[in-house]
T-cell receptor
């Protein structure tokens, strides 16, 4: 069975630009969560979506937004990129709203 | 404020011996805990979980212990194998959906 997939793998953007990251959960999983991991730190929670509704939001500015589609895939959008947004963005899926989460390989975003 | 802490950035263990990775947390409301293993250029891989109603959970070579009064959990790997060399993260949650991660411990198993 395919695991969580994310696209693109790597991305380079300029300050002020907008970026969209994509995630496809494991088949049958209805929950998708997004995390940001900067070098030397653990993943930091950004959003959780379950059944296409936002179920949790971490301490991130409104420049970060997300949505979940009817097929349970998800997009993370970041507007007005800052240098500090450079990080590995991880998507995790789970079969239910609560419980263990299974991560994709991540998207490495570099903002110059 | 770091609610989940892994105070040992690195750990080296001989192959065949026990690896013990530690994790401390500050929020007494945390009631569900996970351990992940991460190789370079890959996403974290789920290893084992434990809820606050238990103090121990085993899965093969991996055992997680939870001490709620001390707000401490540990992951034991017995016996350690070279393929276990990776960064290990603990994560904690109040609701089971929003997880707080530690900063990770890099485990090296020496053949």
């Amino acid at each position: 069975d395919a695991g969580v997939t994310q696209s693109p793998t790597h991305l380079i953007k300029t300050r002020g630009q907008h970026v969209t990251l994509r995630c496809s959960p494991i088949s049958g999983h209805k929950s998708v969560s997004w995390y940001q991991q900067v070098l030397g730190q653990g993943p930091q929670f950004i959003f959780q979506y379950y059944e296409k509704e936002e179920r949790g939001r971490g301490n991130f500015p409104d420049r970060f937004s997300a949505r979940q589609f009817p097929n349970y895939s998800s997009e993370l959008n970041v507007n007005a990129l800052l240098l500090g947004d450079s990080a590995l963005y991880l998507c995790a899926s789970s079969p239910a709203r609560f419980g263990e989460q299974y991560f994709g390989p991540g998207t490495r975003l570099t903002v110059t | 404020d770091q609610q989940v802490k892994q105070n040992s950035p690195s750990l080296s263990v001989q192959e065949g011996r026990i690896s013990i990775l530690n994790c401390d947390y500050t929020n007494s409301m945390f009631d569900y805990f996970l351990w992940y293993k991460k190789y370079p250029a890959e996403g974290p891989t789920f290893l084992i979980s434990i809820s606050s109603i238990r103090d121990k959970n085993e899965d093969g070579r991996f055992t997680v212990f939870l001490n709620k009064s001390a707000k401490h959990l540990s992951l034991h790997i017995v016996p350690s194998q070279p393929g276990d060399s990776a960064v290990y993260f603990c994560a904690a949650s109040v609701t089971g959906n929003q997880f707080y991660f530690g900063t990770g411990t890099s485990l090296t198993v020496i053949p």
